[in-house]
């Protein structure tokens, strides 16, 4: 993430913003913009990344991929393929500080549901960091296959260790079956909030 800086700095100057016009909108002092924009300070928690993103009116993956790639949210539908299965899709680094608390190896890539597709737990627009990954890791919202069909729930073990799934407002528990399995783990997620 060394070209972090230099890409808000660039997407500012895109913007037709000064710092402290980009500090406003973001909610911190223009210093801050600056020490950002040099490098100074080099990690940035996932709320103001996204507040920068919504500032420069640009998509976070812009904001977030190392020059020369092309790092852009996947579109997730309801039937597999999965959307980075096709090996053209670049994965992104995720600092470790912007998903406190989750465990997983490896890229993650950005995925937002595709036009008229709808998933638990995502509503249109939401951006999320998934970690491909067909084992359970730790409780919370993982992507499965069930079946041949892919939806978002959120995963649990029981007291025996059996992995327990459960759909979007439901106190219902769902047990594994053998046509259900793991394939990512949900890391981040981002919803547009309106400013």
Not at 102 to 112: A, E, F, P
Request: charge should be neutral; include cysteine.
């Amino acid at each position: 993430m060394d070209t972090l800086g230099p890409r808000i700095k660039e997407l500012r100057l895109e913007a037709k913003l000064n710092k402290a016009a980009l500090a406003r909108r973001v909610g911190v002092s223009d210093v801050t913009i600056s020490y950002w924009e040099s490098g100074a300070i080099r990690q940035i928690g996932h709320e103001r990344l996204v507040a920068l993103a919504q500032a420069l009116n640009c998509p976070l993956s812009r904001l977030l991929e190392e020059s020369g790639t092309q790092a852009s949210p996947l579109y997730l539908r309801r039937r597999p393929p999965l959307p980075w299965q096709d090996g053209r899709q670049k994965g992104i680094d995720l600092p470790i500080e912007m998903v406190p608390g989750q465990r997983w190896d490896g890229d993650c890539h950005l995925v937002t549901p595709a036009p008229g597709e709808h998933f638990d737990f995502l509503a249109q627009g939401d951006l999320v960091a998934i970690a491909p990954s067909d084992i359970f890791r730790q409780p919370g919202l993982y992507l499965i296959d069930d079946d041949g069909t892919l939806a978002i729930r959120r995963v649990e073990q029981g007291p025996t260790g059996e992995l327990l799934f459960h759909r979007e407002n439901s106190d219902a528990a769902m047990p594994w079956t053998p046509a259900c399995r793991l394939v990512g783990k949900l890391v981040a997620h981002w919803r547009v909030q309106p400013l």
